[in-house]
Nanobody
Framework: QVQLVESGGGLVQAGGSLRLSCAAS????????MGWFRQAPGKEREFVAA????????YYGDSVKGRFTISRDSAKNTVYLQMSSLKSEDTAVYYC????????????????WGQGTQVTVSS
């Protein structure tokens, strides 16, 4: 079955960096786009970034543009989210997701989800 497994979360000081990984397995994802979302307590799930396995443009939420970078390694079936200049408001559970069609920005368009990894930024 399809599995998306996130890793790399943790506690970091404001201004620091973290790299999240999402290992995908269970099917061929070449026609899919992969997204990162996050959800803080009491808030809705928020779009962070997206990329297609086949390459092309990347997409970012306004709050992370210029600080986060999404990339993928097709040989490893892994998607990464490099996070820099972290702020306390970046604290959330970060989820990896895969979608075949539809909007990159809406969580309802995604077909598969990982279990999430906690990122906590201390100020």
């Amino acid at each position: 079955q399809v599995q998306l497994v996130e890793s790399g979360g943790g506690l970091v000081q404001a201004g620091g960096s973290l790299r999240l990984s999402c290992a995908a397995s269970g099917r061929t994802f070449s026609s899919y786009a992969m997204g990162w979302f996050r959800q803080a307590p009491g808030k809705e799930r928020e779009f962070v970034a997206a990329i297609r396995w086949s390459g092309g443009p990347t997409y970012y939420g306004d709050s992370v543009k210029g600080r986060f970078t999404i990339s993928r390694d097709s040989a490893k079936n892994t998607v990464y989210l490099q996070m820099s200049s972290l702020k306390s408001e970046d604290t959330a559970v970060y989820y990896c997701a895969a979608r075949q069609r539809g909007s990159y920005y809406s969580p309802s368009e995604y077909d598969y989800w990982g279990q999430g990894t906690q990122v906590t930024v201390s100020s």
